[in-house]
């Protein structure tokens, strides 16, 4: 098979590492990928919300599959477009994206059919918005409503904040039209886990869990980031807690897009708070979370490409989908500043020393390669991964691969997996 994988970041990166395992791939592209993954694929110059070059490219090429990661273009409806071209793509549809492109669309679905999650009201007035948070209970999550690359949510911890939130997200637009609309909700107080979850719209496979470290700096400190590391299993995500979910949650959220007509085929992200009154849906992602899947994929054993095709066939109900027992850790080697102002072009240095154990893999996710070296890109730049027998024996490995690579300016949190 010859396969596109559509995205530039660690979750691509991984992907593609696990596509490229499959017996049955012939040759993988990425559009646009990075300096990492340009050692398993043809990148090519096509940016990853240019569904015409997309579309043309697989025509022009024959592509067996494509592979939509990212939220924008599958948002935009990248897959509709290469469906109505005859060419088979991996990933939900526009309207069934819109799980993750509106979260006032995913809390009114929660709420319409009885799916666990917390009290909010939905605002496209900032005046109104205000004065709705002049009555509330404090702390209180204000969201903007559409894609911010993971940093649309704040934490107002009282009425200024959340006013200054409103005012930055609906009037100063620092979000641009994510924020024509906003989200206010109860603060709910309890861990997070993240699920990630195979489904053809039918049959819903959750995969081993997950939990992220968003905060910038050690002990949840700093701004929130899309994510400075992760780790898998999560301590407290028990088989009870999973049966519990796939009863209340995961199965009931597939049953209510086939309510409205809104099949969702592809990987499916639940988010989770689990509160003192039981699990809570936070948010949805409609395709894999990043960096979650930097730890949840190497633990998969099964082909991925054949999980891939027997979504898109809707004959997920036929794959006996394996893991490993081992524990995975994923620290992210960040620009310093980020997610704030950074710099980039810094020369990486240790990356095929710390890869030399075999037990650890480094996701690339904003590197360039020129001339056989690596060069810092993007404020996430690198996503070290170790797997070992337990989480502790992960966590050690993974810092052990940290301290080989380095780069000038390197931030990264030293409390990755301990939570």
């Not at 596109?4 to 593609?16: Q, W």
Request: with cysteine.
């Amino acid at each position: 098979m010859k396969i596109l994988v559509v995205g530039s970041g660690g979750r691509e990166h991984a992907i593609v590492w696990k596509m490229a395992q499959s017996p049955s791939v012939e040759k993988i592209y990425c559009a646009p990928g990075n300096g990492g993954i340009s050692s398993l694929a043809e990148c090519l110059p096509i940016k990853a919300l240019d569904i015409d070059g997309i579309v043309k490219f697989a025509k022009e090429n024959s592509i067996d599959m494509v592979v939509v990661a990212p939220d924008d273009p599958l948002a935009a409806g990248m897959v509709d477009a290469l469906e109505a071209e005859g060419i088979r793509a991996f990933g939900p549809r526009k309207n069934a994206a819109i799980l993750e492109a509106s979260k006032a669309f995913s809390k009114d679905l929660m709420k319409k059919y009885n799916i666990p999650t917390a009290k909010y009201e939905v605002f496209d007035d900032s005046e109104h918005t205000v004065e709705y948070l002049r009555h509330q209970e404090y702390p209180i999550v204000v969201k903007a409503d559409g894609l911010a690359l993971g940093k649309g949510v704040i934490i107002a911890q009282g009425f200024d904040e959340a006013q200054e939130a409103v005012n930055s997200i609906m009037n100063d637009k620092v979000f641009g039209s994510a924020g024509s609309r906003v989200v206010i909700e109860e603060f709910l107080v309890g861990p997070e886990v993240s699920i990630l979850a195979f489904t053809d719209g039918k049959t819903v496979v959750p995969m081993v869990s997950s939990q992220d470290h968003k905060r910038a700096l050690d002990n949840d400190q700093g701004l929130n980031t899309g994510g400075m590391g992760t780790f898998s299993p999560s301590r407290i995500y028990t088989p009870e807690i999973a049966e519990y979910c796939m009863e209340n949650i995961y199965k009931p959220t597939i049953e209510a897009m086939n309510s409205e007509n809104r099949k969702f085929k592809g990987v499916l992200y639940f988010g989770l708070m689990l509160t003192k009154d039981g699990p809570k849906v936070l948010e949805y992602n409609a395709r894999f979370g990043d960096p979650e899947t930097q730890v949840v994929l190497p633990r998969l054993q099964s082909d991925l490409v054949e999980i891939f095709n027997a979504i898109i066939d809707e004959k997920l109900d036929a794959i006996d989908v394996k893991w490993s027992d081992s524990a995975a850790v994923c620290v992210i080697m960040a620009s310093g500043g980020y997610p704030q102002q950074y710099k980039t072009g810094y020369e990486i240095t240790g990356i095929t020393e710390a890869e030399r154990d075999s037990n650890i893999v480094v996701f690339h996710a904003g590197t360039k390669c020129e001339d056989g070296k690596y060069y810092t890109a993007g404020g996430r730049v690198l996503g070290v991964t170790a797997l070992e027998h337990t989480l502790d024996e992960a966590i050690k490995k993974a810092y052990e691969g940290v301290a080989k690579v380095s780069f000038k300016d390197v931030h990264y949190r030293k409390d990755i997996g301990i939570k």
